[in-house]
């Protein structure tokens, strides 16, 4: 239990590192002090520390997405409560692994504390319609079977679609990117790519943007040039729909984006992905 508060506190100190002194944060700063946006402080207590971070207190009228709104969740999305959200997942439409189709996206529910978990208590309710219950990213390939980063084998893989796990699943409309993303994967495997326990811990520290180094990695993933050699679950999955040149899906820095912001982004692009609902464990 301590360590799992050391590590918060780590990831909250972060964030103070991440203030106006960066670019980007400087940027978002001067954006939203243009737009007459008013920032508050939001505040936590760990370790009985009071430790807090400034946020703008609304949503930037020019470029928006610079900055990190409050209360940003979209309507529909699993709420950050663990009761609550088993509630929710109990509503949900019930899924078979017969209504699966390739290039489907799995998201892993779990609510045991794992590092994973614990490394994404740093993105809080306010930050992301996520949630941190999700712990791990899946492509389903069809024929029943499943690639993945797994951390437990410390590798990407194809195995049998996992009966041991609750998911919720999402599906691109276009199956063209569905079935280019398939094929990234089963490459990306074949390329016997690690998993990367560094992208997953370090995601926090990170900016996700669409910015020219996620846009260097999606060049190489059509080009099919591995833009690493390890990878985490989210990792793997965001590059398998940015393998079509000029068309990536998923517009994210696949490196530093973990399983509740690719969660995040999947709510707020209903137009290319449809949420499916809820696939039980057996």
């Keep these: 239990m301590r360590q799992r508060y050391l ?3 780590s990831v909250w100190m972060g964030l103070f590192v991440l203030s106006p002194s960066t670019s980007y944060a400087k940027k978002c700063w001067k954006i939203c002090v243009s737009t007459k946006i008013k920032f508050e402080r939001k505040c936590k207590k760990i370790l009985g520390k009071k430790v807090c971070v400034k946020v703008p207190s609304a949503k930037c009228k020019k ?4 900055c990190l709104p409050i209360k940003n969740k979209v309507k529909g999305s699993p709420p950050h409560d663990n009761n609550a959200e088993k509630k929710w997942l109990k509503k949900l439409p019930r899924l078979t692994a017969q209504d699966l ?3 489907d996206i799995l998201l892993k529910k779990s609510f045991k504390d794992s590092k994973v978990r614990i490394m994404q208590t740093a993105y809080p309710a306010f930050f992301t319609s996520g ?3 999700t712990s791990h990213a899946i492509l389903y390939l069809g024929n029943g079977m499943v690639a993945e980063a797994s951390g437990e084998a410390g590798k990407t893989r194809i195995v049998p679609l996992h009966t041991d796990m ?6 691109p409309k276009d ?6 993303a398939v094929s990234v994967a089963r490459w990306i495997v074949g390329k016997k790519v690690k998993y990367s326990r560094e992208h997953c811990l370090g995601s926090p520290f990170h900016m996700v943007n669409w910015g020219p180094l996620s846009k260097k990695r999606h060049e190489q993933i059509t080009k099919r040039q591995l833009p690493h050699k390890e990878m985490m679950c989210s990792e793997m999955v965001i590059f398998s729909f940015q393998g079509r040149a000029q068309k990536p899906l998923i517009k994210l820095d696949a490196k530093f984006t973990p399983p509740v912001v690719l969660e995040d982004y999947l709510y707020r ?3 290319d992905f449809q949420f499916l609902g809820f696939l039980p464990r057996k």
């Design 7 to 9: 590590l918060q506190l």
């Design 63 to 66: 470029q928006k997405e610079l």
């Design 101 to 103: 189709q390739a290039g």
């Design 131 to 133: 949630s941190n219950c």
């Design 166 to 171: 609750d998911v919720v699943v999402w599906r």
């Design 175 to 180: 199956r063209q990117h569905a079935a280019s």
């Design 269 to 271: 692009h209903q137009k």
